[in-house]
C-alpha cells in the first residue's frame, strides 16, 4: 500500500523550521482529490456533498486573502496529465508552484486563525498530496 501524506511530519516540520526564515522558497503542491470531500461530522460543509476538488476550491477561496497578505503568488499551476518517469500510481489531479517571500510568511499564514479555520476544507478535499520546498534560482535554456 502506498503512504498517504496530508498534513507534515512533525519531523518533516521540524525540518522545515530548521531551514533559513529569512529568504524566499517556492513551494511544490502535488493534490489528489478525494471523489467526496471528508468533513468532520458537524461542520457547516460536511452535508453539502461536495467534492474533494470543490472542498479544495473552497480552501482556496478561503485561504486566498491570507496566501496574498503575506505576499504569497502563484508561479505555475498544471493539471496532470501522465507519469513520464516514476510509478504508474503516481498520479496528481492539480500541481502548483506557490512562492513566498519568505519562510517566515509561509509561518505567518499557517499562524493566522483564519487561515487554520480555512484549512479543514483542504484536509476534506485531498485524499493524498505533497508539499515540497524548494530554494528559487535562475531559470533558463539549459538544465
Known amino acids: 500500500m502506498t503512504d498517504i501524506y496530508i498534513d507534515p511530519s512533525r519531523a518533516n516540520f521540524e525540518a522545515f523550521k530548521d531551514l533559513p526564515r529569512d529568504e524566499p522558497i517556492h513551494m511544490l503542491n502535488l493534490l489528489q482529490y478525494r471523489d467526496?470531500?471528508?468533513y468532520p461530522s458537524g461542520h457547516d460543509h460536511?452535508?453539502?456533498g461536495w467534492s474533494g476538488r470543490r472542498a479544495y476550491e473552497e480552501y482556496g477561496?478561503?485561504?486566498?486573502?491570507?496566501?496574498?497578505r503575506v505576499g504569497?503568488?502563484?508561479?505555475?499551476?498544471?493539471?496532470?496529465?501522465?507519469?513520464?518517469?516514476?510509478?504508474d500510481a503516481m498520479q496528481w489531479h492539480d500541481g502548483f508552484i506557490a512562492s513566498y517571500p519568505s519562510a517566515a510568511a509561509f509561518f505567518e499564514m499557517v499562524k493566522d486563525?483564519?487561515?487554520?479555520a480555512a484549512v479543514v476544507n483542504r484536509t476534506a478535499a485531498l485524499s493524498d498530496s505533497r508539499l515540497v520546498r524548494?530554494?528559487?534560482?535562475?531559470?533558463?535554456?539549459?538544465?
Not at 486563525?113 to 487554520?116: K, R, S, T
Open 61 to 68: 477561496k478561503t485561504s486566498g486573502p491570507i496566501f496574498r
Open 113 to 116: 486563525a483564519d487561515y487554520q
Open 72 to 87: 504569497g503568488s502563484i508561479l505555475w499551476r498544471g493539471i496532470y496529465q501522465t507519469v513520464v518517469t516514476g510509478p
Open 36 to 38: 467526496k470531500a471528508d
Open 134 to 143: 524548494f530554494s528559487p534560482s535562475e531559470g533558463g535554456e539549459g538544465f
Open 46 to 48: 460536511a452535508e453539502k
